[in-house]
């Protein structure tokens, strides 16, 4: 399997764009994962999906942020408008199960923003 | 909420010799996972513990989980440079939280050849 696929590795930015971060979820499983890593606040989880639901968003720092998962391949985490301290490592991650499963994480999206 | 607490925070060894890294939770422990990242990659899974006492290996790291002290560690024995990176813990919540992983800090291990 090609494990949790994330796109664009690399992105900058001007502070008031719109930010849209993608992920695809290794087959066959039913939760996806959106996380934040900063080095003032560590991995910290935004929002997760179950069966392609969002099921809490409590993580989600503000409206400006919104993620969607249309189909059960992929899921988008977005910025509107971004500032600069959305500057991160934004990870995606996908589990078979919720409880005693396995986090696969992608290799994250570094978000500059300017 | 919970929080891990990872010591030490960095770590500079030189290859060949063990080390030990700490993962302190400021509440009841009902698993722990470990991670590992390399700069500019995702976190790769290393071990899940289950319960009080569990130990597991895996090459040369080995992991316990002790629910009493709320507190597992990470042993790496006759480290070589390959073992460098960040180690991340992560607990799970309680009940039907128990997949909303909250993570350490992190702990910077360096290896010198």
């Known amino acids: 399997d090609a494990g949790v696929i994330q796109s664009p590795r690399h992105e900058v930015t001007e502070m008031g764009q719109e930010v849209t971060l993608r992920c695809k979820p290794i087959?066959?499983?039913?939760?996806l994962f959106w996380y934040r890593q900063t080095m003032m606040r560590g991995l910290e989880l935004l929002i997760y999906?179950?069966?392609?639901?969002?099921?809490?968003d409590s993580g989600m720092p503000e409206d400006r942020f919104s993620a969607k998962m249309p189909n059960a391949s992929f899921s988008t985490l977005k910025i509107q408008p971004s500032e600069p301290r959305d500057s991160a490592v934004y990870f995606c991650?996908?589990?078979?199960?919720?409880?005693?499963?396995?986090?696969?994480f992608g290799p994250g999206t570094r978000l500059l923003v300017l | 909420s919970q929080e891990l607490e990872q010591s030490p925070q960095s770590l500079i060894v030189q290859e060949g010799k063990n080390l030990t890294i700490n993962c302190t939770s400021s509440?009841?422990?009902?698993?722990l996972y470990w991670y590992k990242q390399k700069y500019g990659e995702g976190l790769i899974f290393l071990m899940m513990l289950q319960k009080g006492g569990e130990e597991k290996s895996h090459e040369k790291i080995t992991a316990k989980l002790d629910e009493k002290k709320q507190q597992s560690s990470l042993h790496i024995t006759a480290s070589q440079p390959s073992h460098a990176g960040i180690y991340l813990c992560g607990a799970p919540g309680v009940g039907t939280s128990y997949g909303k992983l909250t993570f350490g800090q992190g702990t910077i291990l360096t290896v010198h050849p």
């Open positions: 087959s066959g499983h039913d939760y």
């Open positions: 509440k009841t422990l009902y698993g």
């Open positions: 999906f179950n069966n392609n639901v969002p099921i809490d």
């Open positions: 991650a996908s589990s078979l199960g919720w409880e005693r499963e396995t986090q696969y």
